[in-house]
């Protein structure tokens, strides 16, 4: 089986339809980018009415185990998931909420400062605030992996020290393999592979480059690069694949309610629009191509596993646990708390 | 073992140990009158605080199981209730996932009209709507009891044949006992019985009148008298009691946001403030004189017993069932429903 870290957009029945043609057993969706509270309980209400109305696809996982129990039925575990943290409207107590109601992942910022930390298109990265470090160590308490793939290297950097487990860039590639600000520098991924973390290699051709994406081969031989970078037990794949998105879509994506200007995201000026997928990838059943594709760039059979699926299941069972919050002893934070006191502060990597 | 069905105000330890003196083995509290959904979700989160700092004295309950295993444990049962739903803003959807978050009793309106139905001091009533039926039956879906003390007479009578489960009626007290708009008329009261439902009884000083206030046997009389109306099987103790309550407690509670004037609720001009308590009842453990008490006017031990607590755990046994929803059925409702075409449109009863 495949898991994917990160897709977005509209899912359908032919999404879902397709997801299991390629054999994806499971994926995290966005359920949301700008949305505060309210909105975000929106979010989480329609998945439910369209996994329930899929249940023959498609079921919500909570643990690595429910994961593995749904893809041997035949179905894919939808794992919900945030590409930012205003769903918590700058409430800790939230964290515990919205994990119970079955959120797993939540990115600590989209492309934008908020009040956890920078993100990868501020001048300046703030690194992780005072809120960030009280916010991943409450994710860590309450099962809900800290995702960092839009945020700014020092953030990140911060964020992979003050977490007390395992985090994940769930769609973004190295920077030095294709330079563009969402991805991350080999220093930085390599901080997260230390700690036990996983890169999910992203497909979006903004952040990947035509190169990587003219073919299957060449798309693998950039995860083959990634592992060289971080190791085999330290990469994943995250397309950040979006469905049946239209320009409404993007418009809110890229610009949400913080500009009356216009903001391209990941594209640009000359490149504004949707862009194209990979040549191997238009069509989502097209993933179930990974695994061979993947052989033949030398991959082991171990290997393979480990790349698409088995990485992110050791990063969810770390992650997620049992599903349930651990118990929060109170006060967990003073002034000097000596774990964050020892954590070195980073700068803003560039 | 006693059972409150409805208490308000500021809890503290103090309050958790008197209310353990009392041996009172359950009560449901309130999180909100006016709250919308991020507010409400803040009390939650509040009472999950206040709850865990106190593990030794309270526990949240989400099942009748739950509130006897609690009580046998030698605390008290935490039921968390709403007086008003404004937590939903509107969004059936909301029902199901306040009910994960432990949500177990919710009024359908507080003092004033609100787009499910009409209140007990509007002019008119306007019935149960067609938004308060779709939210009274995902009520009994979720497994939430429908509060109906505040609600006009009317709406009261529709809710109470639209729902598919018992409702209750958790503080106000009969009309024909006490004439006050809060109080209930004997035609609903025993429409209530009828369906399965329960009062309880206040011993808040405005809606219960000085007489009733004035002793312990003359409140124990008032409900041996509404006993008479309702049936033995139908009464129980809902005291209506507020803790450390202050003026701009009593502020919110009455003028919310909705006006920029005075509202009194239950009180008036002559007599604004906070009204004391009866006689009998000055201190929270007071409570534990109530077996007693209901002994010395008549009742049996077995009938003690179900005014205390039987009736209320007959009850929330019924509507919380395990605690989880039942699985929904898309569409639920359609234009011609045939159960709430045949349910009779009942007037606003004066």
Redesign the interface.
Known sequence: MLIDGLQCGHFTRDTFTDLRKADVGAVTVTCGFWE???ES??S???W??LV??NADLVAIAHTAAEIEAIAASGRTAILLGFQNSNLL?G?I??V??FA??GVRAIQLTYNNQNELGGSCYEAEDSGLSRTGKEMVREMNRCGVLVDLSHVGNGTTRDAILCSEKPVAVTHANPDSLFPHKRNKTDDVLRALAERGGVLGCATYRNITGDHYCSSLRNWCEMVAKSVDIMGIDHVGIGTDRSHNFTKPDYDWMRMGRWTRGVDYGAASAARPGKAPPPAWFTEVHHLGLLPGGLKDVGFSAVEVDKITSGNWLRLYRAVFGDGQPV??A?PRFVQSDPVLATTPRLSAAS
Request: hydrophobic share 45%; aromatic share 4%.
């Open positions: 505060g509270t309210v309980l929106d989480i209400a329609r439910r009415d329930n109305a409207e409430r107590r939230f515990e909420l119970e109601l118990a929060v109170t």
